[in-house]
Nanobody, 121 residues
Framework: QVQLAESGGGLVAAGESLKLSCEAS????????MAWYRQAPGHQREFVAS???????NYADSVKGRFTISGDHAKPAVFLVMNSLNAEDTAVYYC???????????????WGQGTLVTVSS
């Protein structure tokens, strides 16, 4: 089985920065794609940023220019540097990964437990 462990959440003031980390472990053969999503109170989970095995990155419009995603598929891990945080960024941030496992079923698509980011205005 594949597990994801997120870290780095916390309470920051508006305008400050935070770095989230997500490390994958378990029966991993290869990872194709890792991403960050977030869910604010009373809202649906939404896409934040993604990082593919080929190095392609994508961002939600709301975080472009402020957030940077990077990855290390050798670990494997994905990171999210969040700058210029504002109150609207307050949410539980979830890591997601998909790829191939060394055991059946081969395909996996897993989520972490989430890490809370709170931005005070």
């Amino acid at each position: 089985q594949v597990q994801l462990a997120e870290s780095g959440g916390g309470l920051v003031a508006a305008g400050e920065s935070l770095k989230l980390s997500c490390e994958a472990s378990g029966t991993i053969f290869e990872i194709n794609h890792m991403a960050w999503y977030r869910q604010a109170p009373g809202h649906q989970r939404e896409f934040v940023a993604s990082f593919s095995s080929s190095g392609v990155t994508n961002y939600a419009d709301s975080v472009k220019g402020r957030f940077t995603i990077s990855g290390d598929h050798a670990k494997p891990a994905v990171f999210l540097v969040m700058n210029s945080l504002n109150a609207e960024d307050t949410a539980v941030y979830y890591c997601n990964a998909n790829g191939l496992s060394t055991v059946t079923p081969r395909n996996f698509d897993v989520w972490g437990q989430g890490t809370l980011v709170t931005v005070s205005s």
